[in-house]
């Protein structure tokens, strides 16, 4: 059991050092209406050196999508549902 779990940590590392971008910036702007937000929420996890978040309303849902910065582009990293009353006035 323990080599297992050593062997999928050393896999999953190997991966995410790999990483490829699955949906980049460009891709997402184009096909999904979306709100541009100033900061990230802290669950989300990336600063503002390192990427940025958009909002997107589906019914009474709101997700934000994280995106961080790669060499080419930005590639989305995150997705959390999020409180949709955060996000409007009051």
Known sequence: MKYFLTLFF?????SSAT??????????EEAIPHID?????NNIGISE????????????????????FTE???????VRK???SKYLLK
């Open 10 to 14: 050393l896999a999953s590392s190997f």
């Open 19 to 28: 990483f490829a971008c699955e949906i980049p910036y460009s891709e997402f």
């Open 37 to 41: 937000i100033v900061n990230c929420p």
């Open 49 to 68: 050196d390192a990427g940025f978040c958009r909002l997107v309303l589906d019914g009474q849902d709101a997700y934000v999508y994280g995106f961080k």
């Open 72 to 78: 080419d582009e930005a590639c989305l990293s995150k």
């Open 82 to 84: 999020a409180s949709l």
